[in-house]
């Protein structure tokens, strides 16, 4: 077994429902605990999630290396939450947790194996099943189910559209192959910590975070949405591999797409069930994105697919979704932060436009 330190960083905001389930999953590690450091940022919890905490870390925090609760007043967001948890953390990789994700008892062991065959390998994307939490009581008894996808990472098209890898799906086989994927998800991605590190980027004088921060890996900007969109672009520019490893297995409750789409009524059923503060947070942040880590003559290259979907979005928001619109504002407010950025993301861009390109089907 591999005897390199590992960092578990989990933020939460009032996760009572799940945090248990996400503790002991992590108890339940095979990978050494003497090996494992954990810390926990609760981001201003009003339920009982923190003395959950507290309950749990009287019983097992001592066995592992180190184990750490920072607890906030305000909501900073998850991925700079995550960023936060960064200043705490000595590992040489690094499991980025959510809440509502239990994982697979051997999911650190097998992740340091995959991680440990290749230094360019930056970030690893696990398989993701789905779960219900109110099926757990039956799970104890059965197992997790290992048979509806949740995810197996980010593919992206040339219209620049983004999809979970299986979700969906059942798992018949087909997502057995170890290979390279354009992005890992955000439920359970693990990193190596230098590869996170090497995508921190200053930021302008003018800006100054709610963690009063110099600079940033995460987005700030964010806050919610998309962040593991951008730092898995990132990675790519910057020279990073992202691999997906069907070994190492964790389940998600994802809880804003439980429904699985069959028709035009199902999708709008499930993007009204999505709060309304995600869908804008998604429709600027995904532009963000590309804004900040696609290169011009990549966009230039696939305009007709591009403008093909920017149509066909904006007709549909318009129509059923038109209170997405009131972004706008705030989307050219950011706008030249965001141009600033590119400017230095592009500064240390590894990957060419072509090696890029490949990555869009």
Same mark, same amino acid.
């Given at each position: 077994?591999?005897?390199?330190?590992?960092?578990?960083?989990?933020?939460?905001?009032n996760?009572?429902?799940?945090?248990r389930?996400?503790?002991d999953?992590?108890?339940?590690q095979?990978?050494l605990?003497?090996?494992i450091? +954990?810390?926990?940022l609760d981001?201003?919890?009003s339920?009982?999630?923190k003395?959950?905490?507290?309950?749990?870390?009287v019983?097992? $925090?001592?066995?592992f290396t180190?184990?750490?609760l920072?607890?906030?007043?305000?909501?900073?967001?998850?991925w700079?939450?995550?960023e936060e948890?960064?200043?705490h953390?000595?590992g040489?990789? !690094?499991?980025?947790?959510c809440?509502?994700v239990?994982?697979?008892?051997?999911?650190?062991?097998?992740?340091?194996?995959?991680?440990?065959?290749? *230094?360019?390998?930056?970030?690893?994307?696990?398989?993701v099943?789905?779960?219900?939490l109110?099926?757990?009581?039956?799970?104890?008894?059965t197992g997790?189910?290992?048979?509806?996808?949740?995810?197996?990472g980010?593919?992206?098209?040339?219209?620049r559209?983004?999809?979970?890898?299986?979700?969906?799906?059942?798992?018949?086989?087909? +997502?057995?192959?170890?290979?390279?994927?354009?992005?890992?998800?955000g439920?359970?991605?693990? +990193?190596?910590?230098?590869?996170?590190e $090497?995508?921190?980027? $200053?930021?302008?004088?003018?800006?100054?975070?709610?963690?009063?921060?110099?600079?940033e890996?995460?987005?700030?900007?964010?806050f919610?949405?998309?962040?593991?969109?951008?730092?898995a672009?990132?990675m790519?520019?910057f020279?990073?591999k992202?691999v997906?490893?069907p070994? !190492?297995?964790?389940?998600?409750?994802?809880?804003?797409?439980?429904?699985?789409?069959s *028709?035009?009524?199902?999708?709008?059923?499930?993007?009204?069930?999505?709060?309304l503060?995600k869908?804008k947070?998604?429709?600027?942040?995904i532009?963000?994105?590309?804004?900040?880590n696609?290169?011009?003559i990549n966009?230039?290259?696939?305009?007709?697919?591009i403008?093909?979907?920017?149509?066909?979005?904006?007709?549909?928001?318009?129509? #059923?979704?038109?209170k997405? #619109?009131?972004?706008i504002?705030?989307?050219?407010?950011?706008?030249?932060?965001?141009?600033?950025?590119?400017?230095?993301?592009?500064k240390k861009?590894v990957?060419?436009?072509?090696?890029?390109?490949?990555f869009?089907?």
């Amino acid at each position: 077994m591999s005897n390199h330190l590992v960092t578990i960083n989990l933020v939460v905001l009032n996760g009572e429902k799940y945090i248990r389930h996400c503790l002991d999953g992590v108890l339940e590690q095979t990978y050494l605990k003497e090996l494992i450091e +954990f810390n926990i940022l609760d981001n201003g919890s009003s339920d009982r999630t923190k003395e959950i905490i507290k309950e749990w870390a009287v019983q097992n $925090s001592s066995k592992f290396t180190k184990f750490n609760l920072v607890e906030l007043t305000k909501n900073v967001g998850v991925w700079p939450g995550q960023e936060e948890l960064l200043k705490h953390s000595m590992g040489k990789y !690094v499991l980025g947790l959510c809440v509502d994700v239990i994982l697979d008892k051997d999911f650190i062991k097998n992740a340091v194996e995959v991680m440990e065959r290749e *230094s360019k390998i930056g970030a690893l994307q696990a398989k993701v099943y789905k779960y219900d939490l109110s099926s757990l009581p039956a799970y104890r008894l059965t197992g997790l189910p290992v048979r509806i996808i949740d995810t197996c990472g980010f593919k992206i098209f040339k219209s620049r559209r983004l999809i979970n890898i299986g979700h969906g799906e059942t798992d018949d086989g087909q +997502f057995n192959e170890e290979k390279e994927i354009f992005g890992i998800e955000g439920a359970a991605p693990f +990193f190596r910590k230098e590869a996170m590190e $090497s995508c921190r980027i $200053s930021l302008p004088a003018y800006r100054l975070t709610s963690l009063s921060a110099t600079t940033e890996i995460f987005d700030h900007d964010y806050f919610w949405y998309g962040d593991d969109f951008d730092i898995a672009w990132r990675m790519n520019l910057f020279g990073w591999k992202q691999v997906f490893a069907p070994t !190492v297995i964790a389940w998600h409750d994802r809880q804003t797409t439980k429904k699985l789409r069959s *028709s035009f009524k199902d999708f709008l059923e499930i993007r009204r069930a999505i709060p309304l503060k995600k869908r804008k947070l998604e429709w600027k942040n995904i532009r963000f994105t590309i804004i900040k880590n696609d290169y011009i003559i990549n966009v230039l290259k696939d305009l007709p697919y591009i403008l093909k979907r920017e149509v066909m979005m904006f007709v549909y928001l318009l129509i #059923f979704e038109p209170k997405v #619109f009131a972004e706008i504002p705030e989307f050219l407010k950011i706008l030249p932060k965001i141009i600033r950025k590119r400017k230095e993301i592009m500064k240390k861009a590894v990957r060419t436009p072509a090696e890029m390109h490949k990555f869009f089907q």
